[in-house]
């Protein structure tokens, strides 16, 4: 697939119900959950036809899964609940608690693999330890399911992560840099930043065979094999990265910043910035639905962007 940076037209755009809302897009792109003090609302990102709405106080984090059937948010005390959609059915709900002295968790963030596994990363309230879990997850209600591994990290400042497709392994950004976790507690080391870290963003190809990085300074592909790091070619300065993704043929990378919509394309055995599609600022999220449309959340709409042959 070529990708280009003129052929992207604006050819939908959705007022979201929520305000000031934040909001995740499900693997694939086509789902779109956002959330503002006390509700959440689930969309079809095409269209942009209504799934759900819930009512959750203190939402801090979200995710939908690829097929639109679950929704799982974390609230600011610790709680983390599990909806079933179409039709809305409240599945679980649980605080999560360590033992003494920890007594609680602190949720940093949700996210659904593509296979349906949930990735959760938490800390042990009053402690700098980075818990990550990967959760089986179905549409069946009763209480919280077990994790099927996790990966502790002692002394760690969570910044962000991202789980692979199929759930064996995670992409962990701490202020040491960047990790990979696997299961059984094993973990490697990738690389450090090129600066502080600040506002780094990642996530894993469709096939799970390369991750991307990207932060203000610049950006990155690993290659997982191999275990090897390449920059991305030409990459621009960007204020406050706020989110990665990738095409369905791995060929191209958007990138959302207070600078705009971006992409950057596969060249020359690796990636090369191309440029901004919409240098609108606030962009927080995007997605790939397929080759050829985008989705984009920016403050209180959904957007989408189609390319012209």
């Known amino acids: 697939m070529a990708y280009s940076l003129e052929n992207w037209e604006r050819t939908q755009e959705t007022d979201l119900a929520v305000v000031q809302s934040f909001g995740a897009f499900s693997p694939g792109g086509r789902y779109l959950a956002a959330a503002d003090a006390n509700t959440i609302e689930v969309r079809e990102t095409l269209g942009g036809s209504m799934v759900a709405t819930v009512e959750m106080l203190g939402v801090t984090s979200l995710a939908v899964s690829a097929d639109g059937t679950l929704l799982v948010a974390a609230d600011d005390d610790g709680t983390v609940a599990a909806w079933a959609l179409g039709p809305l059915k409240p599945l679980w709900r649980a605080r999560l608690e360590m033992p003494p002295p920890a007594y609680a968790q602190v949720v940093y963030d949700v996210q659904f693999a593509a296979n349906g596994a949930l990735a959760v ?10 818990l990550v879990e990967i959760w089986p997850l179905s549409a069946m209600p009763g209480e919280r399911p077990q994790p099927t591994w996790q990966s502790v990290m002692l002394n760690s400042n969570y910044q962000t992560f991202s789980p692979s497709p199929d759930g064996s392994r995670v992409i962990l950004v701490t202020e040491d840099g960047y990790w990979v976790l696997l299961p059984n507690n094993e973990r490697i080391f990738i690389d450090g930043f090129y600066d502080t870290g600040d506002h780094a963003v990642v996530a894993f190809s469709p096939d799970g065979t390369h991750a991307a990085g990207i932060e203000p300074e610049g950006g990155w592909v690993y290659d997982v094999a191999s275990h090897a790091m390449r920059e991305i070619d030409d990459m621009a300065m960007l ?26 394309v596969r060249r020359n055995g690796g990636f090369a910035y191309l440029g901004t599609i919409d240098d609108s600022a606030g962009f927080e999220a995007a997605a790939f639905v397929d080759d050829n449309t985008i989705v984009a959340k920016r403050g209180d709409t959904l957007l989408v962007f189609t390319q012209s042959a």
């Open 121 to 130: 990363a938490s800390k042990p309230a009053g402690v700098d330890n980075t």
């Open 239 to 264: 204020e406050e990265p706020t989110d990665v993704g990738w095409s369905p043929d791995g060929e191209a990378l958007l990138v959302t910043s207070e600078d705009g919509l971006s992409i950057c």
